[in-house]
């Protein structure tokens, strides 16, 4: 596949199609895959890379790319057209200057969960038939495929791309996931469990903001968390409730706008299941207002933007919290 | 070689936090270990590293630096310092016991931060020799062994048994406090404990990994490479580097205003953000380019510039697979080492 994607590119490239290519970069190891944008079939033989390790969502650097001179190539897994409409819809990215391939998506492979195994020294990662080939300083070990699968992939909402130009693979569905499940237990705690847990999760948070900073949901061009004069921006937490107010309020901003698209959790260096909290979002939106999926297409109006006489009251929400 | 034998480990946590705090490094989760308050029971992890380094200690997230009181044209300023209590971390590893010397020569120069060195004088470091590195860990490109750490007192496990080297006046208090727990030992299975590892670092991807295009004499051509341009393309300016760094030593300073006092805080700042040294006219440092460049630039150019050629990272390995676009100073060595 990754041949197939360099392949297209370069005739893209060389046919004056576009000028540039955003896609991943091969690092030091095999799996500190780097997103990067490359200007010439050279770069694209020596260091493109596109692989089971390569999981980045590419779809908020286009807000940029899109702003330059020239077209340029994106490759987008199912999940990141999700991203890449939602972003056409807020008019952040100018969709023609964006040539979009749809490319196959997952499931991917977490290194994380390779090293959550105790396998460290890891030097390489093959997949053979499903079964995880790791060479390592210490030696070989072997795990199934499924056990390193990254968790942004073990509830995949769907394999259909939303939007593109031409198509590498082809084109999936919208799956029937289960990816409320978790949000159902949670909903199933007394409110001093759920509380706990959550404090549990949130107090782990160092406020690095790779969660907020990855988050194609979160564009605003100074964040009001970074905002002096905003007077909630909070760099000096005075208490540790103050990082479980930044994500309940992150949370609330991409209410409606977030396409579970799983980067917030991902890139978490405390593993924090941030998508759960986006989640809870998404399932409320659904049974409040009906069904409804951010980015999947660019036309239809946000439930949280749009007015109708029929519109759940306030009045259930309270309940809700009452309860 | 003063030892005790694994199985008693844990008699001797109880003993030292029966005296004072202690911390040792735990599993929150598989492969995620974090600094913990000893608590009788607790398992000592058996990861390299933990997530967050140890800097913590001395250098904490965010600290209450004073209060001021107003009433009319009166400032009233309250110093809110305690003295800190005596702890001891246990199982530093040498790239995070390097971290502190150099977090010293900052907090520790003149003029003195005496709320960094309140609980740099009441803190007593135990180091552990690593086994078992990670890919990822570059700490001899620094000049650092982590066969035999730094630290008050470093111990050697070597499946068995640990080990106690007492390596200043503070480690020599700690094990003479701890004596009557410990017993004379063999060290010979050590030995071959070390070399193993010894071999092991030099087998490592980044074992070659070279200073020598770095330096405080490097400045221009390494200020105006073109390489930057490149290398912070895909950087998100999040700041995950700077946080779980050792050695990163920036900070900011915030007056609160609850309404009924000013509180005054210190937090943890990032050279990555975008409100970095925010002035009156912005911030100095306009694009990503340029933020990034200082974070590398600090480390590689400018702490050794001013502290006698040491340089400002110990190879932790943490900004490597904790940033999320998985870039790092050692791609960044690389594209800029002159070869
Ligand atoms: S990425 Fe994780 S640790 Fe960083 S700010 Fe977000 S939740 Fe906190
Ligand atoms: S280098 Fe990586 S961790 Fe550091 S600010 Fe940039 S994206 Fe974040
Ligand atoms: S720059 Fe990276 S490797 Fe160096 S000390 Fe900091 S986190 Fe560790
Ligand atoms: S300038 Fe940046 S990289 Fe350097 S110590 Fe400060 S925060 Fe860390
Ligand atoms: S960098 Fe060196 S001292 Fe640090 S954990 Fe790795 S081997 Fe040990």
């Known amino acids: 596949m990754q041949e197939a994607m360099i392949k297209r590119a370069k005739e893209l490239l ?27 079939a050279e770069e694209l033989d020596a260091e493109f890379v596109c692989d089971d390790l390569t999981q980045a969502n590419v779809s908020k650097y286009l807000i940029k790319e899109s702003r330059k001179e020239g077209k340029i190539l994106a490759l987008l897994k199912p999940c990141d057209t999700y991203s890449f409409n939602q972003l056409v819809k807020e008019h952040r990215i100018i969709r023609e200057n964006v040539y979009v391939i749809g490319i196959p998506g997952g499931p991917k492979i977490d290194i994380e969960k390779i090293k959550a195994k105790e396998i460290s020294g890891i030097l390489s990662v093959k997949n053979e038939d499903y079964t995880l080939k790791i060479e390592t300083i210490y030696g ?14 073990e509830n995949c909402k769907s394999k259909k791309h939303v939007v593109f130009d031409e198509l590498i693979g082809e084109d999936g569905d919208v799956l029937e996931s289960n990816r409320f499940e ?63 107010m930044f994500h309940i309020i992150r949370a609330f901003h991409v209410a409606g706008r977030c396409t579970d698209c799983g980067e917030c959790s991902r890139v978490c260096p405390q593993n924090i299941p941030l998508h759960l909290l986006n989640r809870k979002f998404i399932k409320d939106i659904n049974s409040l207002y009906g069904e409804y999926q951010a980015g999947a297409d660019t036309t239809s109006r946000a439930p949280l933007n749009d007015y109708s006489t029929d519109d759940c009251e306030p009045s259930i929400v309270h309940e809700r919290g009452v309860e | ?23 040792i490094p735990v599993d929150r989760e598989p492969n995620a270990a974090e600094f913990k308050k000893y608590e009788s029971g607790m398992k000592l992890s058996a990861s390299l ?10 250098f904490p997230q965010t600290e209450n630096l004073a209060d001021f009181k107003m009433n009319g ?26 971290s502190f010397g150099i977090l010293d020569k900052v907090f520790l120069s003149e003029p003195v931060d005496s709320f960094y060195k309140n609980r740099r004088d009441h803190g007593t470091v135990v180091t552990m020799a690593c086994t078992r590195p990670s890919e990822t ?3 001899t490109t620094f000049g650092i062994d982590p066969t035999v750490p730094e630290g008050d007192c470093a111990v050697f496990f070597d499946g068995e048994n640990y080990f106690f080297l007492d390596r200043t006046e503070k480690g020599t208090k700690f094990v003479e406090s701890i004596s009557d727990m410990l017993e004379e030992g063999d060290a010979s299975k050590l030995a071959e404990v070390q070399e193993n590892a010894r ?85 100095p440092r306009t694009s990503q380019l340029e933020r990034f460049r200082q974070r590398f630039m600090h480390k590689l150019v400018y702490f050794p510039a001013n502290n006698d050629g040491e340089f400002g990272c110990v190879g932790c390995g943490r900004c490597l697979s904790k940033c999320p676009i998985s870039m790092n100073i050692v791609k960044v060595m690389k594209a800029l080492e002159v070869k």
């Open chain 2, 199 to 283: 071999n092991i670092m030099k087998k490592l991807p980044l074992a070659n990994l070279s200073t020598d295009s770095f330096g405080g004499d490097k400045l221009n051509e390494l200020f105006d490479s073109d390489k930057w341009a490149d290398l912070s393309e895909a950087c998100i300016g999040c700041g995950t580097c700077t946080f779980v760094c050792p050695t990163c030593q920036c900070y900011d300073i915030r007056d609160f205003n609850t309404g009924r006092e000013i509180k005054r805080f210190r937090c943890w700042d990032s050279c990555m953000y975008s409100d970095f040294t925010k002035m009156a006219h912005g911030n």
């Open chain 2, 73 to 98: 044209k009166n400032i009233e300023v309250k110093d809110i310092r305690e003295e800190s209590e005596d702890f001891v971390i246990f199982g530093v590893r040498a790239c995070d016991a390097r």
């Open chain 2, 137 to 139: 860990c570059f700490c």
């Open chain 2, 49 to 58: 590293n933990t997530i967050r380094s140890a800097k913590d200690f001395f």
């Open chain 1, 182 to 244: 978790m949000v159902e237990k949670l909903e199933n705690m007394t409110a001093q469990e759920r509380y706990d847990f959550w404090r549990d999760q949130l107090s782990k948070c160092i406020r690095c903001n790779a969660c907020r900073n990855v988050c194609p949901a979160c564009t605003c061009e100074n964040c009001v968390f970074d905002n002096p004069k905003s007077g909630i921006d909070n760099k000096a937490a005075a208490d540790s409730f103050e990082e479980n």
């Open chain 1, 14 to 40: 060389a046919d004056g199609t576009v000028n540039r290519v955003m896609g991943w970069k091969r690092g030091e190891f095999s799996y500190d895959i780097t997103p990067a944008v490359f200007e010439t």
């Open chain 2, 1 to 23: 070689m003063l030892k005790i034998s694994a199985a008693k480990l844990n008699d001797l946590f109880d003993a030292i936090s029966a005296k004072q705090t202690l911390y």
């Open chain 1, 140 to 153: 070989t070990e072997t795990m199934p495929y499924y056990e390193a699968i990254s968790g942004k992939c």
